[in-house]
């Protein structure tokens, strides 16, 4: 697959690329929404990984070392392409889901209330 920039690539091409990847490998028998969401959690606790015992400044420290962040993004990849994948096997359109997510999240955290604050919106 050639290698191409976020602004370059439909969010749509990227789910039937990783369709395609599954269905030459007849794969999608075992692309189950709890497999995938167990292998979405198994590859996020692998990122986590990396990051673990190093405070929140150092934790960027990682991202500057060539090899480490090779990894990171192998472990970022991995999460993003299971996810896709449970977007396609659910039949969930990304965008659309990101929208309602992110107009509910407008609401639970104003700026005039949220900004600055790490709080969960019960708090605020």
């Known amino acids: 697959m050639p290698s191409r920039k976020d602004s370059q690539t439909p969010l749509q091409e990227l789910k039937l690329q990783i369709r395609a990847f599954a269905k030459e490998r007849d794969w999608e028998q075992f692309h189950t929404p709890k497999n995938l969401s ?8 692998e990122l986590m990984e990396h990051f673990l015992w ?10 500057t070392h060539p ?4 990894e990171i993004e192998r472990e970022l990849a991995d999460i993003l392409i299971f996810s896709l994948e449970f977007a396609n096997i659910a039949d969930l359109d990304v965008a659309t889901v990101i929208g309602e997510k992110m107009r509910t999240n407008a609401q639970k955290y104003p700026v005039e209330k949220a900004k600055g604050r790490a709080d969960k919106y019960t708090e605020l």
């Open 67 to 70: 090899a480490k962040r090779k």
């Open 38 to 45: 167990m292998a979405i959690a198994a590859e996020a606790a």
């Open 54 to 63: 190093k405070d929140g400044p150092g934790s960027f420290d990682a991202l």
